[in-house]
């Protein structure tokens, strides 16, 4: 019986499908990031710190949204799972090649009252390079 390796995907999945995690980064089997903190403002701080950071690593993302896919593309990320991604968030991954699994596709990110669009998404929509879309969160001073 061959037994299949546990990816990183796998193990970044269970951390947000079973531990509870917003945010599960993992690499070569070492989880490098997690945080149960929703929206991207922790992910926005470490990719500040050092952008390279989550470069070859494969990512779990409880909500996905083009914001968090443009920082996940921007940070060198190689594959992507999430419980819930908007349409959008799927279509620029697959634009630039990046492995995306879902289990919910939604229109549209909201925000936290469920009333409008996500600020992030709106600050994002027109943005087509994950560096300017980088730039243009990273000077919001996120606080979300």
Not at 5 to 23: H, T
Not at 36 to 61: C, E, H, N, Q, Y
Not at 89 to 112: H, Y
């Amino acid at each position: 019986m061959h037994l299949r390796a546990i990816s990183d995907l796998d193990i970044a999945r269970k951390d947000v499908k079973e531990k509870g995690f917003a945010l599960s980064i993992v690499r070569n089997g070492n989880t490098i990031f997690q945080s149960k903190t929703p929206g991207i403002s922790a992910l926005v701080t470490a990719i500040d710190k050092d952008r390279f950071l989550f470069k070859g690593a494969s990512a779990a993302d409880q909500v996905l949204g083009r914001a968090a896919a443009m920082l996940l593309l921007y940070s060198e990320i190689v594959s992507i799972f999430a419980s819930t991604a908007s349409s959008d968030a799927l279509a620029i991954l697959k634009r630039f090649k990046i492995p995306v699994e879902s289990e919910r596709v939604v229109p549209a990110i909201l925000n936290r009252n469920q009333t409008s669009t996500c600020p992030f998404e709106s600050l994002v929509r027109d943005v087509e390079n994950p560096e300017e879309a980088f730039n243009r969160l990273r000077v919001c001073k996120i606080s979300d």
